[in-house]
């Protein structure tokens, strides 16, 4: 059953947040789908997680770009899950879709945007209605606390 962990960012970016989050992934042995609303999301992080730390890079490319299922992470507007993922993020918004195949979902929304907040709410509830194990993780000055 897919796990699904919502993580609420209120001291870091998204850009701060995620490339942290899929080096986790990363380091687990999973693949990683990141799902996000707009192709120019998309856009940007293909440029970012090659470049977003001096000493370090992501394995990514977006889905439409050849061999995009041998890819760790894959960039995408879609629903598909093109490198056979352990690990979905949601961004911006993004719908979740259906969420077998994936061990854990993760969904990052932006704590002081109150669209933002909503849009989380709502997939929280469309979630929990699914029967899906939930968490809550909220930013904390030390890190990130599991609040439910």
Not at 89 to 105: H, K, S, T
Request: aromatic residues 10%; glycine residues 8%.
């Amino acid at each position: 059953m897919t796990e699904v962990w919502f993580y609420h960012l209120e001291r870091t970016s998204l850009d701060q947040a995620l490339p942290e989050l899929l080096e986790k992934t990363l380091a687990r042995g999973w693949r990683a789908v990141v799902r996000a609303r707009e192709p120019a999301r998309i856009d940007h992080l293909d440029g970012w997680l090659w470049s977003y730390r001096d000493d370090s890079f992501l394995p990514h490319g977006p889905v439409q770009e050849p061999n995009a299922e041998r890819q760790p992470i894959a960039l995408t507007t879609g629903f598909d899950n093109p490198n056979a993922a352990d690990a979905l993020f949601l961004i911006d918004g993004a719908e979740p879709g259906e969420l077998a195949g994936y061990v854990r979902c993760v969904v990052l929304f932006d704590g002081v945007d109150e669209a933002a907040l909503a849009t989380a709410r709502a997939q929280w509830s469309q979630v929990k209605s699914m029967g899906l194990s939930l968490s809550y993780w909220k930013q904390q000055g030390r890190g990130w606390e599991k609040q439910a």
